[in-house]
């Protein structure tokens, strides 16, 4: 099973599309989770108040109850890149609100912006996948890129955390995950949809049947099988 995996993993790879999402994918998490985790600490520690920790989780999750379906209907009808794009912006306005921020109000304002951004990539980012490699091995392929997203996700709150250690301010952690966020925008956008017939390495002298199929399809986009 583990060979079935690397093998589909490594013909996903060789597709410079499936790189970019898969590292626009992990630097976007990395953006948002580095909030995510510390924004209750940094909130408690302007306030000193565990009720407002809780309010402002309510308010930045409560967006994630509506922003997911409307997402996904606009991703439907229009383009899936450009929707992953406005989730990195929103992020990458909102951190360095956040990094700035001296009162809780103000950072409330910064959280907000973020908010919708995390919700807003759950139901698009399955779906690129799905439009740009096909059904067939979703599963595994989509396991793959949330090992590889997950892992930003975590690297994201321990950057964060670090920065307070050291310099005794969140602002530091929070301006490095807006650069990560910035830099997920072009990598998003240029993520277009792959070309079977060019994606195979050139040291492949003899594509898989998968591809030369995928490339005689009278179809607009290739997908792989």
Known sequence: MLRQIMSRFGVALQYPEFRRLWTSNATAQAASWGLIVTRGWFIYGQSQSSFL???????????????????????????????????????????????????FPVAMVGALIVAPAFGGLLPVRPAILADYFGTRHFGTINGIAMLVTTTGGAIGPWVVGRGVDVTGSYALGWWLCAALAVLAIPLLLLSTPPDIATAIRPSLTHPPPEAKSAASAPRSLPRLR
């Open 53 to 103: 920790v809780g309010l402002a989780t309510f308010a930045a999750m409560g967006p994630n109850l509506i922003v997911p379906p409307i997402i996904g209907v606009l991703a439907d009808r229009f383009s899936k890149r450009t929707m992953l794009g406005v989730t990195a912006v929103l992020t990458a306005v909102g951190l360095p609100i956040l990094a700035v921020a001296d009162s």
